[in-house]
């Protein structure tokens, strides 16, 4: 066991679904040790990770992680305590290899809300939109992650995460053949969102949103004139009065999809002062015991009901 291991970074090459290659360089820092938690054996050890991609020549920023807690469990087949340099580390592989990026269209938000994506209700958010394109046109708005700036963290037993999106709103070009849509503006955001997550039984997990707040726009291009700091007082008002009605949907538990995958009986997740405490239980196979060769070989009895019925 000691002699497999190696303090050096061990390099892993993938490629993720968008073809985007990595290196992730996986540096063990503690020689595996033998433990024993109420007369069961467990090995344990910590590792850190980097991830370089290995086109544009970028890396992700390391993240020194606090101290963590022992062995809290005694039933799990698996404790991982993730700390905030692999949190970080997460966060900067989905912006960088635009695996945030989406379109939200009219038809892909509840009918309930009150806002539409057309230029009749976004000149609240933008004045001047409806001068630009005319009353009615639709919209529809592509959101796509940036690494400009991006972290994501543990304080105080809450996930809080920094990031940087980029947003273009899309308008439909009206008295012109066909339907075509006119990229009206190009919004740098930065965002923050505070939120705690646990497990509230063996199959689901218990998410509330306690703070969400756009901390700047810049306006990177635009057809007409954007205020950046008045959109950022908007947009936070808005969120401040959906956040109830998300914390609502959200109250009641979120199904923890890797239940029942590859014979895991039970994920639970706890978030601790300053980690991800994650303990993952298998699913117990039922041993059989073979039956005796005698009772494998039918008796006269038994013969004579299998040729009556």
């Known amino acids: 066991m000691i002699e497999a291991y190696s303090s050096g970074a061990q390099p892993i090459e993938f490629t993720l679904p968008n073809n985007a290659s990595y290196r992730a360089d996986l540096t063990f820092n503690e020689i595996p040790e033998h433990l024993v938690v109420n007369s069961t054996s467990f090995i344990s050890t910590a590792a850190d990770v980097m991830f370089y991609n290995t086109a544009t020549?970028?890396?992700?920023?390391?993240?020194?992680?606090?101290?963590?807690?022992?062995?809290?469990?005694?039933?799990?087949?698996?404790?991982?305590?993730?700390?905030?340099?692999?949190?970080?580390?997460?966060?900067?592989?989905?912006?960088?290899?635009?695996?945030?990026?989406?379109t939200i269209k009219q038809e892909s938000l509840p009918s309930s809300l009150p806002i539409k994506l057309n230029t009749d209700s976004l000149r609240i958010l933008l004045p001047g939109i409806e001068k630009k394109y005319?009353?009615?046109?639709?919209?529809?708005?592509?959101?796509?992650?940036?690494?400009?700036?991006?972290?994501?963290?543990?304080?105080?037993?809450?996930?809080?995460?920094?990031?940087?999106?980029?947003?273009?709103?899309?308008?439909?070009?009206?008295?012109?053949?066909?339907?075509?849509?006119?990229?009206?503006?190009?919004?740098n955001t930065?965002?923050?969102?505070?939120v705690?997550?646990?497990?509230?039984?063996?199959?689901?997990?218990?998410?509330?949103?306690?703070?969400?707040?756009?901390?700047?726009?810049?306006?990177?291009?635009s057809t007409f004139k954007v205020d950046g700091k008045k959109l950022t007082s908007l947009l936070n008002i808005a969120l401040e009065a959906f956040i109830p009605t998300i914390n609502s949907k959200l109250g009641k538990g979120i199904n923890n999809p890797a239940v029942g995958v590859f014979s895991v009986d039970y994920m639970d997740v706890y978030m601790e002062n300053n980690y991800l405490n994650t303990s993952i239980a298998f699913m117990k196979t039922q041993f059989r015991q073979p039956p005796a060769v005698e009772s494998l070989i039918p008796t006269m009895d038994q013969q004579v009901l299998e040729i009556i019925g």
């Open 190 to 194: 930065t965002l923050f969102a505070s």
């Open 57 to 102: 020549k970028q890396t992700s920023v390391y993240v020194e992680n606090e101290q963590f807690g022992n062995r809290t469990t005694n039933t799990s087949d698996i404790e991982a305590y993730i700390g905030n340099n692999l949190l970080s580390q997460a966060i900067w592989l989905a912006m960088d290899s635009k695996m945030v990026n989406f």
């Open 196 to 221: 705690v997550a646990n497990s509230v039984n063996k199959t689901s997990y218990l998410v509330n949103i306690i703070n969400a707040e756009i901390i700047d726009i810049d306006v990177e291009t």
């Open 134 to 187: 005319g009353l009615g046109a639709e919209a529809f708005l592509i959101v796509k992650g940036s690494n400009n700036y991006s972290k994501l963290e543990i304080r105080q037993g809450k996930l809080a995460t920094t990031a940087s999106v980029e947003l273009e709103i899309y308008v439909e070009l009206k008295g012109v053949e066909g339907k075509k849509y006119d990229l009206a503006t190009t919004l």
